[in-house]
């Protein structure tokens, strides 16, 4: 099972660290430079302070006094007097101007006795900053890695119980009995808390409950099969043996003759229910089937439905598709749209057309609006609700068995107008 928990932990740290990492880069370097602002201003206006008050003694001269050394040089242009001045200094605004890139702060301060210029070498300042701020970043990456991977190791034992208890759940094997078996989530370094201790309690409770219920669900699967089948088995034969006698008159045939119908529709069911009560790793008894022949033999039990009514039920067949399925299965659910089409059609035709990967069932009855084909495949719902016929249970069994055997049954409807049903699979592909 993929580390899903732990590695999702593993990026949230990864991302928070390389966040982290930006946020120090950055907020040293501005605070750095903040900093050596700050300072080279300050410096520069002690030096000017320094000078005019230099100047205000009775006796200086203008522009005496100026400073010079290794680092600092000075400029004074009294108003009476025209300098000259490096290019870089006269084109200066008053106040204090930073060049970044000969590392030099130029001062600009006018007075009516002149202009100062004071020149500070910066490149030392600069560097004394850079180092200072590298050692900072260093000091600040060393510490939330630190940090980091302290808080990301206490996460991931924190993280790892619950890890190894859904890679427990996911290691269940309904098929294999082994439901009941209890959740590792020892062998670490710490406890598991008690939180994970109690989700694994009731994961193993729950789990027994399953194993239960699937051992249930098997015993009736078994048991239907038989069960089910015996007292429909004894119905059809007696009503065979009643049907076979040629002094039964027509008004005892034809009861006996629906009663042998429900018969083989109640076998049918209990098949189609047998079907789905499977686990769906369990593939249902198959064989190599002729489509038109089950389509033939469901159209001509469906007849008897029609009778009476003005009604053309005929079979059409573009193609002779072979299929590899549970026979019962494709009878039931023809079976069921055939019917559908009988009981909801009182005059017209029914066309049943066998195409080369579909079956499509096309009448002229009292259709369905869009309203209703939102609800034909819910349980126990009709599209004429006060009719007799049928219990609104037909089409939701034939989807459920459609979906359990990866085809497709789509139903077009027009109120008044009639349906299509159209049951589309995956046919043999001819040898």
Known sequence: ????????IRYAFVTQGLLLVLAVVF????????????????????????????????????????????????YFRSAREVRTLPPYVESLPEGVNFVYRSHKAVLVQRRPEGVLYLVLRTRSVDRLMGTSAAIMILL????????TTLTYRKSRRMVLPVNRLAEEVARWDPNQGDLTSPL???????????????????????SARVAEFVQRERDFTRDASHELRTPLTVIRVASDMMLSDPSLPPHGRRPLERIQ????????????????????????????????????????????????KPVDLRLAADAAPKLFAPPSVLAMIVRNLIQNACNFTEQGSIEVRVEADAVV??????????????????????ADAFSPLGKGFGLTIA?????????????????????????????????
């Open 1 to 8: 099972m993929p580390q899903g928990l732990p590695r999702k």
């Open 399 to 431: 989807n459920r068995l459609v979906r359990r055997f990866g085809w497709q049954l789509r139903l077009d409807s027009v109120e008044h107008q009639g349906t299509t049903a159209t049951l589309r699979f995956s046919p043999i592909a001819p040898s």
């Open 184 to 206: 590792a989530v020892s062998g670490f370094a710490e406890e598991p808390s008690r939180e994970v201790q109690a989700l694994a309690h009731a994961l193993h409770g729950l």
């Open 361 to 382: 069932v096309r009448d002229s009855g009292i259709g369905m609006s869009a309203e209703t084909l939102q609800h034909v495949y819910d349980p126990f719902f009709r």
């Open 27 to 74: 907020g040293v370097s501005l605070l750095t430079l903040i900093t050596r602002d700050a300072l080279v201003r300050q410096r520069l206006t002690v030096e000017a302070d320094a000078f005019w008050a230099r100047q205000g003694q009775s006796g200086s001269q203008l522009g005496t006094h100026l400073p010079s050394t290794g680092t600092l040089e000075g």
């Open 261 to 308: 119908r429900a018969a083989r529709d109640m076998e049918a069911v209990i098949d189609a229910f047998l079907v789905l009560a499977r686990e769906s790793g369990v593939a249902p008894v198959s064989e190599e089937l002729d489509v038109c022949e089950v389509v033939l033999d469901e159209v001509e039990k469906a007849r008897p439905l029609l009778f009476g």
């Open 140 to 147: 600040g990456l060393l510490t939330a890695l630190v940090i």
